[in-house]
């Protein structure tokens, strides 16, 4: 919501795909694209914000782009805080993409058990934001 003459502030994932990496001390050692990716609801947004500019009801004062990474130390963690974050997601369940996620869940596992102490699981996406002034 928005109060008359207020300001928008956007903030969504690039089309980019998310990725599963193995961080320790510093380094990447694993890097790998999450099975399910959302292309479709950060096109959505971005043609939103691309008509609001068009139809003249926004203006974007100022636009980037930055990383976001959350970490845990498994990646059965992992994937239970984004199945919470994403509890409100109703898409159809995918056999092919659970099939995909537990083989890459069974390749960071043994990364991370081959790795040794310190070692930690991250999901790095890339989002936009920008901030918008009301036109009108």
Known sequence: MLK???RLVDIHPTLAPTLIEVHQGGRLLFAEPKPDHFAEGCAQADNALARAVECQLFAVE???QFDFLTYAPSITELFEY???TNAYNDSPH???ESAREARLTARVEG???DTGEGAEVATH???LIALMM???
């Open 4 to 6: 008359p003459a207020g």
């Open 82 to 84: 984004i199945a919470q």
């Open 111 to 113: 990364i991370l058990q």
């Open 134 to 136: 009301p036109i009108r």
């Open 62 to 64: 100022r636009r980037g």
């Open 125 to 127: 996406e890339t989002a």
């Open 94 to 96: 995918d056999e092919a």
